[in-house]
């Protein structure tokens, strides 16, 4: 059984720091990518950060430069360090994991709040 449990999230004033993370647990066989995504109130969700095995990472342009993704193996957890937060990137934040050959299966954490404000 894979379970995504994500921790980290809080209230922060605008141009601060936040570091999320994803415990794992379980077996993900053919894992493509581990990644974090956010869901803003009345919006849909949207793909923030993506590292895939290899090390290859992937952003959205509105977190460039300001976001980090990272994953340490040893403690099976995938991190989402963000800095210079904005009021825009106020939503909640899931933890992904995609898996598959032929056919993605996509497991999710139960999100946390992330809000920036003064």
């Known amino acids: 059984q894979v379970q995504l449990v994500e921790s980290g999230g809080g209230l922060v004033q605008p141009g601060g720091s936040l570091r999320l993370s994803c415990a794992v647990s379980?077996?993900?066989?053919?894992?493509?990518?581990m990644g974090w995504y956010r869901q803003a109130p009345g919006k849909q969700r949207e793909s923030v950060a993506q590292?895939?095995?290899?090390?290859?990472?992937n952003y959205t342009d509105s977190v460039k430069g300001r976001f980090t993704i990272s994953r340490d193996n040893a403690k099976n957890t995938v991190y989402l360090q963000m800095n210079s937060l904005k009021p825009e990137d106020t939503a909640v934040y899931y933890c992904?994991?995609?898996?598959?050959?032929?056919?993605?299966?996509?497991?999710w954490g139960q999100g946390t709040q992330v809000t920036v404000s003064s």
């Open positions: 992904n994991a995609r898996a598959g050959i032929f056919y993605y299966v996509d497991y």
């Open positions: 379980g077996k993900i066989s053919g894992l493509v990518a």
């Open positions: 590292l895939m095995p290899g090390g290859r990472t």
